[in-house]
C-alpha cells in the first residue's frame, strides 16, 4: 500500500516571503499522479497543483510550484512571494495510475501553514 | 453548477443513533468517495464508487455502509453510530483515471456524544 508522509505539522512565513513544505511517499508503482491540496478556514478542499510522474518537469501554477524527485520519491511545494490568503493546512496526496485503484486518493497528515504580515 | 454538496452541514448523535450523510454531484462524474478527516491524520478514504453500481471499500470502512443510488449520488450510513465516529466527513467525485482532479464537498461535522 501506498504512504505518503509530510514531517512537518507546522510551517511558517513572512508574506512576501518564500516557503517550502515538504513531502515524502512511498510506491512500489512507476506509474502515478502527486497533488498538493489546500484547506482553509472554510473547509473547503482546493487543489493547487499535480504532477505526473512519468513527466519529468516540474509543474508550476503562477506563484506555486514543486520539486518532484522520482528517485527520492519526494513531491515538495514552494510558495513565491506568500499572501495572506495562502494561510491554510496543506496536504500532499498520491493517486496509483493503475485501472484497478479506482483513482482514489492517499493523503499525507498536513501541514498548518501560517502567514505573518 | 453547484459542484459537490453533501448534507447535512452539522450533525450531533448519540451512541447507537443511524444516520445517512448525502452526497450529490452535478459534473457527470464516473467515480465518487467518502472520506474521514480527523486532527493530525490528514483524510482517510472510507468507501469509494469507481462507477455506477460499483462500490469498494477503503482504509477505514468498518461502521459504515454506503450506496451509490445513481451516477449522481452517494450516500453513507451509520447504522450504530459510535465516539470514534466523530469527525469532519468529505465527499468527492472525479472523472476516472489520469490526472483529473479530485472535486470535494464541503464536509460534514459530524458529533457523537
Not at chain 1, 527520492?72 to 496526496?93: E, N, R, T, V
Not at chain 2, 452539522?10 to 443511524?18: D, I, P, Y
Amino acid at each position: 500500500a501506498q504512504t505518503v508522509t509530510q514531517s512537518q505539522p507546522e510551517m511558517s512565513v513572512q508574506e512576501a516571503e518564500t516557503v517550502t513544505l515538504s513531502c515524502t511517499y512511498d510506491t512500489s508503482e512507476s506509474d502515478y499522479y502527486l497533488f498538493w491540496y489546500k484547506q482553509p478556514p472554510s473547509r473547503q478542499m482546493i487543489l493547487v497543483i499535480r504532477q505526473e510522474a512519468y513527466k519529468q518537469q516540474n509543474a508550476t501554477e503562477n506563484r506555486f510550484s514543486v520539486n518532484f524527485q522520482k528517485a527520492a520519491k519526494s513531491f515538495s511545494l514552494k510558495i513565491s512571494d506568500s499572501q495572506l490568503g495562502d494561510a491554510a493546512m496543506y496536504f500532499c496526496a498520491y493517486r496509483s495510475a493503475s485501472e484497478t485503484s479506482g483513482s482514489r486518493l492517499t493523503f499525507g497528515e498536513g501541514t498548518q501553514l501560517t502567514v505573518n504580515p | 453548477n453547484a459542484g459537490v454538496t453533501q448534507t447535512p452541514k452539522f450533525q450531533v448523535l448519540k451512541t447507537g443513533q443511524s444516520m445517512t450523510l448525502q452526497c450529490a454531484q452535478d459534473m457527470n462524474h464516473n467515480s465518487m468517495y467518502w472520506y474521514r478527516q480527523d486532527p493530525g491524520m490528514g483524510l482517510r478514504l472510507i468507501y469509494y464508487s469507481a462507477s455506477e453500481g460499483t462500490t469498494d471499500k477503503g482504509e477505514v470502512p468498518n461502521g459504515y455502509n454506503v450506496s451509490r443510488l445513481n451516477k449522481r449520488e452517494f450516500s453513507l450510513r451509520l447504522e450504530s453510530a459510535a465516539p470514534s465516529q466523530t469527525s469532519v466527513y468529505f465527499c468527492a467525485s472525479s472523472e476516472a483515471g489520469g490526472v483529473y482532479e479530485q472535486y470535494f464537498g464541503p464536509g460534514t461535522r459530524l458529533t457523537v456524544t
